[in-house]
């Protein structure tokens, strides 16, 4: 018996719809929600032949792109209470973890919307704190390095994603006025 060359499959709008409800209800976590529509997404995207049906294709991207901006404005929300929460407590540690799960676009959103509810006293003591950390692992980096304007990281023992976090947080906080 030979084996089928593909598989085909079938996809309703409706079906789907109330397929991504169900999966916002159970979600615990919102990030792995955000992160099974983009998979989902991209795998129809892939998959899909657009021109049997451009116009099923074109309301199946449509919800899916619904849902992805609820569940991606949900995880903005959640990271901004975060980041507050970090900012306000000067923690490295939870900084550098929102950091890293969200883009830098993204991320510089929620700041912004974090430092608006920061009072003036917090804002220039989380500058105060980023500059300082930053400057020295900078300078620490620099010296590791052996150039000047060249930083080795790795051999000053300073974590990428701990220096990039605070490079970012850094720079926008010095560019509030």
């Known amino acids: ?30 990030s792995k929600t955000h992160d099974a529509l983009s998979t989902l997404e991209a795998f129809i995207t892939n998959f899909s032949t657009t021109s049997n049906h451009p116009a099923t294709y074109q309301a199946i991207d ?38 890293h799960h969200l883009s830098r676009n993204g991320f510089y959103q929620i700041l912004e919307i974090a430092a608006a509810q920061l009072s003036r006293n917090e804002i220039i003591a989380t500058r105060n704190w980023c500059n300082s950390w930053f400057n020295d692992a900078r300078l620490k980096a620099e010296q590791a390095s052996g150039f000047p304007e060249s930083y080795d990281l790795n051999k000053a023992n ?9 490079k970012d947080t850094s720079h926008f906080l010095n560019n509030i006025n």
């Open 1 to 30: 018996m030979t084996q089928p060359s593909s598989l085909i499959l079938s996809i309703k709008p409706d079906e789907l719809s109330r397929f991504c409800e169900k999966l916002l209800k159970r979600s615990r976590d919102i």
């Open 62 to 99: 449509n919800i899916l792109h619904s849902f992805s901006e609820q569940t991606r404005q949900a995880l903005l929300d959640d990271k901004t209470t975060e980041l507050i929460k970090a900012l306000k407590q000067l923690k490295l540690t939870k900084l550098t973890d929102i950091h």
């Open 158 to 166: 300073i974590d990428v994603k701990e220096f990039q976090a605070m």
